[in-house]
């Protein structure tokens, strides 16, 4: 069965990394999208970054410059690397896969069939 499991959240202060990853089972994440979206309390889910097959990369503008996806495919495992946090960063973050292998743009949840459980990022100052 296909399962996306997130893990490397935790709690950091203004300006530190984080590094989370996103271990996939069932389906080869280099020929499918792969996604980062977040979610704070109360708020829509937006999108962070994406990496899709032909490891073409987007970033949402708050994310330009600070956070970087890229995958292992080897370890079937997509990773987000998220540095200069800010508190404003703080949400759940989630991995998401689109059924298709190319992402253009940073595209809406909707797009995408298969989501992780999430893992929480806070940043406080």
């Known amino acids: 069965q296909v399962q996306l499991v997130e893990s490397g959240g935790g709690s950091v202060q203004v300006g530190e990394s984080l590094r989370l990853a996103c271990a996939v089972s069932?389906?080869?994440?280099?020929?499918?999208?792969m996604a980062w979206f977040r979610q704070a309390p109360g708020k829509e889910r937006e999108g962070v970054a994406s990496i899709d097959s032909t490891t073409t990369r987007i970033y949402a503008r708050f994310a330009q410059g600070r956070f970087s996806i890229s995958r292992d495919a080897a370890q079937n495992t997509v990773y987000l690397e998220m540095n200069s946090l800010k508190p404003e960063d703080t949400a759940m973050y989630y991995c998401?896969?689109?059924?298709?292998?190319?992402?253009?743009?940073?595209?809406?949840?909707?797009?995408?069939?298969?989501w992780g459980q999430g893992t929480q990022v806070t940043v406080s100052s």
């Open positions: 998401a896969a689109r059924p298709f292998g190319n992402c253009a743009k940073m595209e809406t949840p909707e797009y995408f069939n298969y």
């Open positions: 069932g389906f080869a994440i280099r020929t499918k999208c």
